[in-house]
């Protein structure tokens, strides 16, 4: 069987210090050697890592004179300078070039999943990934393209980045799947554990490219993934970082 990889869903899995530093300190801690994360753009431009399309279950304001006001302000509506105003639990929302620098300092693989907040932004959301990778210093750079994964349900995002390794996103297998792989050049393909089926997987292994599943807090629905050959489980168990099968 080969070695499957165990990776930290959200930095620490989905909770309190989702997508936040300390969180994947937290995964760097129980031992994983690997997080996914979730990166969105601001209106002028910044990427930065956050889940959820609107603040307020995530991250909440902090500033009084907005206390009181509508919790759920869209994302996309604010300026990175806006965001000072925010915070997870009292952490701030990190940019992603500080993720990556975190990631890069403790030797993490990365799953950097791009989740535009509308489908016209998608290709925008590439470029800003695209221009935050290219500040890297070269060595650096080197190791992104070799350990690092760039995923999206929005295919559009991953086109500026093609030639890095790149996975489509679904929750259950789509029908031209094969086509708009072979377009990206992706090779692997991540389905959710309910679309994860026996033949999902083959039919991606029978063309080559890795499976990997999410979200998988089970460990008897990981030994049967793991049996069906996929490459990766992305978890929110902090607990599952040293287990193997």
Same mark, same amino acid.
């Given at each position: 069987? @080969?070695?499957?990889?165990?990776?930290?869903?959200?930095?620490?899995?989905?909770?309190?210090?989702?997508?936040?530093?300390?969180?994947?300190?937290?995964?760097?801690?129980?031992?994983?050697?690997?997080?996914?994360?979730?990166?969105?753009?601001?209106?002028?431009?910044?990427?930065?890592?956050?889940?959820?399309?609107?603040?307020?279950?995530?991250?909440?304001?902090?500033?009084?004179?907005?206390?009181?006001?509508?919790?759920?302000?869209?994302?996309?509506?604010?300026?990175?300078?806006?965001?000072?105003?925010?915070?997870?639990?009292? %952490?701030?929302?990190?940019?992603?070039? %500080?993720?990556?620098?975190?990631?890069?300092?403790?030797?993490?693989?990365?799953?950097?999943?791009?989740?535009?907040?509308?489908?016209?932004?998608?290709?925008?959301?590439?470029?800003?990934?695209?221009?935050?990778?290219?500040?890297? @210093?070269? @060595?650096?750079?080197?190791?992104?393209?070799?350990?690092?994964?760039?995923?999206?349900?929005?295919?559009?995002?991953?086109?500026?980045?093609?030639?890095?390794?790149?996975?489509?996103?679904?929750?259950?297998?789509?029908?031209?799947?094969?086509?708009?792989?072979?377009?990206?050049?992706?090779?692997?393909?991540?389905?959710?554990?309910?679309?994860?089926? @026996?033949?999902?997987?083959?039919?991606?292994?029978?063309?080559?490219?890795?499976?990997?599943?999410?979200?998988?807090?089970?460990?008897?629905?990981?030994?049967?993934?793991?049996?069906? /050959?996929?490459? /990766?489980?992305?978890?929110?168990?902090?607990?599952?970082?040293?287990?193997?099968?």
């Amino acid at each position: 069987m @080969p070695t499957l990889t165990w990776w930290a869903h959200r930095g620490s899995g989905k909770g309190p210090t989702e997508n936040t530093l300390s969180g994947m300190k937290t995964a760097v801690d129980a031992g994983f050697k690997a997080v996914e994360f979730d990166v969105m753009l601001t209106a002028d431009g910044l990427p930065v890592v956050h889940h959820d399309w609107v603040m307020g279950r995530c991250a909440m304001s902090d500033d009084p004179a907005l206390a009181g006001t509508d919790p759920l302000t869209p994302l996309a509506s604010l300026r990175a300078r806006d965001l000072r105003h925010y915070s997870v639990r009292g %952490e701030r929302i990190p940019s992603f070039a %500080e993720v990556m620098q975190f990631c890069l300092e403790h030797n993490l693989q990365a799953n950097v999943e791009l989740k535009a907040t509308q489908p016209r932004d998608a290709i925008r959301l590439g470029y800003a990934v695209l221009s935050a990778l290219s500040e890297l @210093p070269e @060595p650096l750079k080197s190791r992104v393209r070799a350990d690092w994964v760039f995923s999206s349900f929005y295919h559009a995002s991953l086109m500026p980045l093609k030639g890095l390794r790149l996975a489509l996103l679904y929750e259950t297998l789509a029908d031209r799947w094969v086509v708009h792989a072979d377009a990206l050049q992706a090779e692997a393909v991540h389905l959710h554990v309910l679309g994860a089926t @026996p033949e999902a997987v083959r039919r991606i292994h029978t063309t080559g490219r890795q499976v990997r599943v999410y979200t998988v807090n089970d460990l008897e629905i990981a030994r049967e993934l793991a049996n069906r /050959g996929v490459a /990766g489980l992305f978890t929110d168990r902090m607990d599952f970082a040293q287990h193997s099968f």
